[in-house]
C-alpha cells in the first residue's frame, strides 16, 4: 500500500548520499602519502629491548630495535641506493653515563617496484636492528632514563608515505656491584644473532659471572689433554726437563711455570687472531690436505721413534738459543713452541668462544678467559716437569730406552690414524686414499729421510728421484679419491643471487654451504644428498649451493648475511623467503634428520626435529 504525501525516509537517504559523497571527495584528494591517515600508524610498529633488567656501571649491554612491517609494505634499507629516499636510522638521545655503539644494520633486500625504474633496498617483515651501549664506571645506581628513536619511510608497490619518527623507550636499572645481574629477552637476541650450539653453551658460562666463567674454561683447558694430538709435546716436556732435573726444586718449579705461561699466552693469542681475522683453526682440520699433511709429519715422527733418523735443530737457530734454552726464557720460548703445536687441538672449543668475541665484543675478557684456559691446558705439564726428574734416576742406557721410544712411535702412528680416519669416511675410494697417503710418506721417508750409511753418491740421486716420484703419484691417487661423484641433487650454484631472484614457482629454499675441504660437507653429499627420500624431497626446493672452497667477496658476503660461522651449514628459507632459524644445521646431518627439516620447512613448522 502505498502512503499519500511527503515520504519520511527521503530526508534520511539524502543525508546518507550526501556524506558518501563527501568520504569519496576525501579519498580522492586526501592522498596516503600526506601521512594523515590512521592507516599510516599501523605500517611500522618497532620497540626496543634491553638484554638486562639491572646492570652494573662499567658493564655492557645489548639493545634491540624490533620493527614489525605490515605485509604488502617495506621500509627503505639503512644505506638507500635512490639519495632521494629517506634511509631507516636509529638514534639514542644523549645520556650521561651511557655511550652507544654504531648500530648493526640486517642486510637488506634488493627489489623492483613500480614506482622506481631500478631495483630498491630494502626491508620487509620482521627487522631486527642490534647495538650495545657501555655505561661508565662512576654512573649513578638507578633508572637510566634511555630514550631513542626509529626513523622511516614506508613503502608499498606504487607509492611511499611520508617519512615518520617512532619514539622508543629503554628501561634500565643500574644497580651496585655485588648485587645479582638479571638477563631479560634472550629468545630476542638469540633469534637476531645467528648462534652455533657451541656459541649457545659458551655464552650461557660466561653469563654466569667471571668466576664460573673461569672455572668452566680451565676445566675446558684441563679436558683439552685428552685430544690425542696432544700427545706428541709428551716427549718434547719429558726431554727437556730431564736436563733440568738436577737443578733445586723450586727452580724446576719456576722453570716449569714459564714453561705453562707460554703455553697459555700463544693459546690465547692464537685463538683471539683467529676470531679477529675470522680464521679458525677449525676449518684448517676440515681441509684434507692439510690433515694428509699433518698425519704424514706425525708419521715421520715415529719413523724417527724407530731408528730411521735422528730429528736435530738446525745449528744456524739453535746457536743463539744455546746460552738461554736451558733458562727461564729457555723453558718460556719452549712453551711457547708447544702451545703452536697444541693449539690447533682445540678447535672445538675455540670455535665456540672465538664466535662469542666477535659476537659479544668481550675481547678483553675473552683472552683473558683464553688465557685461562690455557693455563688449565698447560697443568699437567707443571706436574710432569716436576717430576721429570724421575727419570734421570733410570739406567742411562739400554734396552728399555728403545722401548720407549718405540711405545712413542706406536702412540704417533695412533695419532696419524685418528687424523685420516675422519677424511677416509667421506672419500668415494678408500683404498685409492691410503695408497695415496702411504705413497707420499713412503717417498718422503725412503727418498729423503732415511740417511743410512754406506750410500753412495749415485743412490743417493737414485733414492732422490724415487721418492719424488713416489710423491707425486701417491699425491694423484688422493686428489683421485677425493674426487666427488656426479651429484643427483638438480643444484642451483650460487653466482651472487639474492634470495628473491633464487626463489622459483614459490617453492622454499635449502641453501647448502659447501667446500671441497671440508670432510663434513663431503659426508653429507656423499650420504644424505644421494639418499633417495632426501633426493625426492629436493624436488619441491630451490637447492641452492654456495661453493666457498675459494671463496670470493660475494660468497664471503651471503655467508655473512646468514651469520655462516662454520662448514657444512644448511639453511631453510620459507617459500616467503624468511629463513626459519630453527631448523639451521651447522655440520653433518643424516638422512632421516635432513628429511625431517626439509619436511618441516615445506610445512611452514619453525620447532627444530627432534
Do not use: T, W
Given at each position: 500500500m502505498l502512503l499519500k504525501g511527503p515520504n519520511p525516509i527521503y530526508p534520511f537517504?539524502?543525508?546518507?548520499?550526501?556524506?558518501?559523497?563527501?568520504?569519496?571527495?576525501?579519498?580522492?584528494?586526501?592522498?596516503?602519502?600526506?601521512?594523515?591517515?590512521?592507516?599510516?600508524?599501523?605500517?611500522?610498529?618497532?620497540?626496543?629491548?634491553?638484554?638486562?633488567?639491572c646492570i652494573h656501571p662499567g658493564e655492557t649491554f645489548q639493545v634491540a630495535i624490533v620493527a614489525n612491517i605490515r605485509q604488502g609494505f617495506h621500509i627503505n634499507s639503512h644505506k638507500p641506493l635512490d639519495k632521494f629516499l629517506t634511509p631507516t636510522v636509529v638514534g639514542f638521545d644523549e645520556t650521561k653515563g651511557i655511550v652507544f655503539a654504531p648500530v648493526s644494520y640486517p642486510e637488506p633486500a634488493l627489489k623492483s617496484f613500480s614506482f622506481s625504474p631500478q631495483e630498491v633496498s630494502v626491508y620487509e617483515g620482521r627487522t631486527v636492528m642490534l647495538t650495545q651501549g657501555r655505561l661508565a664506571e662512576n654512573i649513578a645506581p638507578g633508572a637510566a632514563g634511555i630514550s631513542g628513536h626509529l626513523s622511516y619511510q614506508a613503502c608499498d608497490d606504487l607509492s611511499c608515505l611520508a617519512p615518520k619518527v617512532i619514539n622508543l623507550e629503554i628501561p634500565l636499572e643500574i644497580v651496585e656491584h655485588g648485587q645479582t645481574l638479571k638477563l631479560i629477552n634472550q629468545n630476542i637476541f638469540d633469534q637476531a644473532t645467528s648462534w652455533t650450539s657451541d656459541e649457545l653453551r659458551a655464552k650461557k658460562v660466561i653469563e654466569r659471572g667471571l668466576p664460573q666463567a673461569v672455572i668452566a674454561f680451565f676445566l675446558f683447558g684441563l679436558a683439552l689433554n685428552l685430544t690425542p694430538c696432544v700427545y706428541p709435546v709428551i716427549p718434547i716436556t719429558v726431554g727437556f726437563f730431564v736436563s733440568q732435573s738436577e737443578r733445586k726444586k723450586w727452580t724446576v718449579f719456576v722453570l716449569a711455570l714459564c714453561y705453562v705461561v707460554g703455553i697459555a699466552l700463544v693459546f690465547s693469542v692464537l685463538g683471539l687472531i683467529s676470531g679477529l681475522a675470522g680464521k679458525q683453526w677449525g676449518f684448517l682440520f676440515q681441509n684434507p690436505w692439510f690433515v694428509i699433511g699433518m698425519s704424514v709429519i706425525i708419521l715421520s715422527m715415529a719413523a724417527s721413534m724407530f731408528g730411521a733418523f735422528e730429528i736435530t735443530v738446525p745449528s744456524f737457530l739453535m746457536t743463539p738459543l744455546t746460552?738461554?734454552?736451558?733458562?727461564?726464557?729457555?723453558?718460556?720460548?719452549?712453551?711457547?713452541t708447544v702451545g703452536v703445536v697444541i693449539a690447533p687441538c682445540a678447535a672445538g672449543i675455540l670455535i665456540g668462544l672465538v664466535g662469542l668475541i666477535a659476537k659479544l665484543g668481550i675481547v678483553a675478557k675473552g683472552t683473558m678467559l683464553f688465557f685461562v684456559m690455557g693455563l688449565g691446558l698447560g697443568l699437567p705439564y707443571l706436574f710432569l716437569a716436576m717430576f721429570s726428574g724421575l727419570f734421570s734416576r733410570l739406567p742411562k742406557s739400554g734396552m728399555w730406552m728403545l722401548w720407549i721410544r718405540k711405545l712413542f712411535g706406536l702412540l704417533l702412528i695412533g695419532i696419524a690414524i685418528y687424523f685420516l680416519l675422519p677424511q677416509a669416511k667421506q672419500v668415494n675410494n678408500q683404498q685409492g686414499f691410503y695408497i695415496g697417503v702411504l705413497g707420499i710418506f713412503g717417498g718422503l721417508l725412503s727418498g729423503f729421510l732415511d740417511h743410512g750409511e754406506g750410500y753412495t753418491r749415485n743412490f743417493k740421486i737414485f733414492r732422490g728421484v724415487f721418492g719424488v716420484l713416489l710423491i707425486i703419484s701417491g699425491a694423484l691417487l688422493v686428489n683421485a679419491a677425493l674426487k666427488p661423484e656426479p651429484a643427483l641433487v638438480d643444484w642451483v650454484y650460487f653466482k651472487g643471487q639474492s634470495v628473491e631472484q633464487l626463489q622459483k614457482e614459490n617453492r622454499p629454499i635449502l641453501i647448502d654451504f659447501y667446500a671441497d675441504w671440508c670432510a663434513a660437507c663431503k659426508e653429507l653429499d656423499r650420504k644424505t644428498f644421494r639418499d633417495k627420500r632426501v633426493v625426492e624431497k629436493s624436488r619441491e626446493f630451490v637447492m641452492v649451493r654456495v661453493d666457498c672452497t675459494s671463496s670470493d667477496n660475494k660468497c664471503t658476503a651471503f655467508g655473512k648475511k646468514f651469520n655462516v660461522s662454520g662448514l657444512p651449514t644448511v639453511i631453510f628459507v620459507s617459500n616467503k623467503g624468511e629463513e626459519i632459524p630453527n631448523l639451521r644445521a651447522i655440520g653433518f646431518l643424516e638422512p632421516s634428520d635432513m628429511l625431517k627439516r626439509m619436511e618441516g620447512t615445506v610445512q611452514g613448522l619453525g620447532e627444530k626435529p627432534v
Open positions: 537517504l539524502k543525508f546518507n548520499l550526501l556524506c558518501a559523497v563527501i568520504l569519496l571527495l576525501l579519498h580522492l584528494f586526501v592522498p596516503l602519502s600526506s601521512g594523515q591517515s590512521p592507516q599510516d600508524l599501523r605500517v611500522v610498529q618497532a620497540q626496543a629491548y634491553v638484554s638486562h633488567e746460552k738461554s734454552r736451558h733458562g727461564f726464557i729457555g723453558s718460556f720460548l719452549m712453551g711457547l
